[in-house]
T-cell receptor, first 117, second 118 residues
């Protein structure tokens, strides 16, 4: 069985602070993919990043960075110099190949991030 | 279309009524998924299609729920005899299956259909 745990439920920061969103996953598969999605107040789900299990390089995209550590089964997401527009619910998700060619995404419960001006 | 389109965006119905939710995926996307998201929770898988074939319906909660994609494009999720516990956001997503390992395919989600059963 696969599982994604986002232990933080709500985080509130002041604009320009850095914030890290934690994600811990469980799977017995050696091949898997990790994702982060953003759900802004408007409600849509927006894809942010995909990482496969063979690539542990950290990634940076502008103010966003991701730290993938297989040793701790974590895929944490850091926003540097947060902005009000970053306020959203952020979901971490896991996809393995164990359930077939187009296996389903398993989502965590999400972290609500509020950035105050 | 440019994105995944879902309709209606909001649906309020009375307990016992049937509802049909529609999803129009991105043009050319082979795979189509339905998810349900309760308030304060992450999306949960319901079912998915490759072309018109329903590949996995293990997430459908009971036989009141069904989905179809008859021509491999637009899909309809139908809930019969709705109950209050069916109230949720129903999300559709599509992905382009290419020669890459399919687990890598990114799902593009629609804005969702929010169902409220009174």
């Amino acid at each position: 069985a696969q599982k994604v745990t986002q232990a933080q439920t709500e985080i509130s920061v002041v604009e320009k602070e850095d914030v890290t969103l934690d994600c811990v996953y469980e799977t017995r598969d050696t091949t898997y993919y990790l994702f982060w999605y953003k759900q802004p107040p408007s409600g849509e789900l927006v894809f942010l990043i995909r990482r496969n299990s063979f690539d542990e390089q950290n990634e940076i995209s502008g103010r966003y960075s991701w730290n993938f550590q297989k040793s701790t089964s974590s895929f944490n997401f850091t926003i540097t110099a947060s902005q009000v527009v970053d306020s959203a619910v952020y979901f971490c998700a896991l996809k393995t190949s164990s359930t077939g060619a187009n296996s389903k995404l398993t989502f965590g419960k999400g972290i609500t991030l509020s950035v105050r001006p | 279309g440019a994105g995944v389109s879902q309709s209606p965006r909001y649906k309020v119905t009375k307990r016992g009524q049937d509802v049909a939710l529609r999803c129009d995926p991105i043009s050319g996307h082979v795979s189509l998924y339905w998810y349900r998201q309760a308030l304060g929770q992450g999306p949960e898988f319901l079912t998915y299609f490759n072309y018109e074939a329903q590949q996995d319906k293990s997430g459908l909660p009971n036989d009141r729920f069904s989905a179809e994609r008859p021509e491999g494009s637009i899909s309809t999720l139908t809930i019969q005899r709705t109950e209050q516990r069916d109230s949720a956001m129903y999300r559709c997503a599509s992905s382009l299956t290419t020669g890459r390992p399919s687990g890598a395919n990114v799902l593009t989600f629609g804005a969702g259909s929010r169902l409220t059963v009174l």
